[in-house]
């Protein structure tokens, strides 16, 4: 299997200036974007957190025009790009991270576990997704859906080699820990990109972070913004796997078998 170039945007994000943070992710997907097969900004980037009043209107369905600039500029740089935006479906708003490549959206998932108030703003969604990238299979978590084990190991059941995180976290050793145990229990690829900067007391602390199937550390930020670079040797996912594989050992089933929703799209409800 081949290594994949991944990109982690650990940015400052201005909260409900959708212009200036497309602007922020443009220069780096024009600066990156050509060396990466991948970039990865963190939780709602392009809208931060905003009041739930600004959070319905700054969403727009994913057919709406900040994903089509997104594809844009996957396009012109030759990479994919994930990201977290607002999503508009109907009278429901949901915090949706999107996964879009050269040839358009590939995958789309609606944050399942939402945050003390988060639920004023944003409908929790209902299911874990994976899709085909690059001759592997990719799946899409954000922020408070890794504390909890059964998120990835939902997503991880479907064939997933790499796990991508949005984030907005504020503690980072929690994430930490979780990104690192949530790798080696399912033996995959994670990579975490957090926000910066500061919301009234709230500080969000960067740290972001790739981990190996073995739940190494394999490139980590600090507190500054930066964008970390990493490459990923896929060959680990099944050597980690050659003497004992989890999913497979594992005696505790409880979860819905997936089903394919689209060419190369898989779905697991809850």
């Given at each position: 299997?081949?290594?994949?170039?991944?990109?982690?945007?650990?940015?400052?994000?201005?909260?409900?200036?959708?212009?200036?943070?497309?602007?922020?992710?443009?220069?780096?997907?024009?600066?990156?974007?050509?060396?990466?097969?991948?970039?990865?900004?963190?939780?709602?980037?392009?809208?931060?957190f905003?009041?739930?009043?600004?959070?319905?209107?700054?969403?727009?369905?994913?057919?709406?025009?900040?994903?089509?600039?997104?594809?844009?500029?996957?396009?012109?740089?030759?990479?994919s790009?994930?990201?977290?935006?607002y999503?508009?479906?109907?009278?429901?708003?949901?915090?949706t991270?999107?996964?879009?490549g050269?040839?358009?959206?590939?995958?789309?998932?609606?944050?399942?576990?939402?945050?003390?108030?988060?639920?004023?703003?944003?409908?929790?969604?209902n299911?874990?997704?994976?899709?085909?990238?690059?001759?592997?299979?990719?799946?899409?978590?954000?922020?408070?859906?890794?504390?909890?084990?059964?998120?990835?190991?939902?997503?991880?059941s479907?064939?997933?080699?790499?796990l991508?995180?949005t984030?907005?976290?504020?503690?980072?050793?929690?994430?930490?820990?979780?990104?690192?145990a949530?790798a080696?229990?399912?033996?995959?690829?994670?990579?975490?990109?957090?926000?910066?900067g500061?919301?009234?007391?709230?500080?969000?602390?960067?740290?972001?972070?790739?981990?190996?199937?073995?739940?190494?550390?394999?490139?980590?930020?600090?507190?500054?913004?930066?964008?970390?670079?990493?490459?990923?040797?896929?060959?680990?996912?099944?050597?980690?796997?050659?003497?004992?594989?989890?999913?497979?050992?594992?005696?505790?089933?409880?979860?819905?078998?997936?089903?394919?929703?689209?060419?190369?799209?898989?779905?697991?409800?809850?």
């Open positions: 299997m081949k290594k994949v170039n991944i990109a982690l945007a650990q940015l400052i994000c201005e909260d409900g200036k959708v212009e200036n943070n497309l602007n922020r992710l443009d220069n780096v997907v024009d600066k990156y974007g050509h060396s990466h097969d991948l970039i990865l900004f963190p939780e709602a980037f392009i809208a931060g905003p009041s739930s009043e600004a959070c319905r209107t700054l969403a727009e369905p994913l057919n709406g025009p900040i994903v089509k600039h997104l594809e844009r500029k996957a396009r012109e740089a030759n990479t790009i994930v990201v977290g935006l999503e508009k479906d109907g009278e429901n708003i949901y915090n991270t999107v996964l879009v050269p040839a358009g959206l590939l995958l789309s998932y609606r944050k399942t576990h939402l945050w003390v108030d988060e639920a004023d703003a944003v409908k929790a969604g299911c874990f997704r994976s899709c085909s990238w690059q001759d592997t299979k990719v799946g899409l978590l954000i922020c408070y859906d890794i504390e909890f084990p059964e998120t990835a190991r939902a997503v991880a479907m064939g997933t080699e790499i991508l995180v984030d907005g976290n504020m503690d980072g050793p929690v994430h930490r820990v979780a990104i690192q949530r080696q229990e399912n033996q995959i690829f994670v990579a975490m990109a957090n926000r910066l500061q919301i009234e007391d709230t500080t969000f602390v960067g740290e972001s972070v790739v981990v190996d199937p073995y739940g190494r550390i394999i490139a980590e930020a600090g507190h500054e913004e930066e964008v970390l670079s990493a490459s990923i040797d896929l060959s680990l996912v099944q050597e980690s796997r050659q003497h004992y594989h989890y999913l497979k050992d594992r005696r505790v089933l409880i979860h819905t078998p997936s089903k394919e929703i689209g060419k190369e799209v898989w779905e697991i409800k809850i």
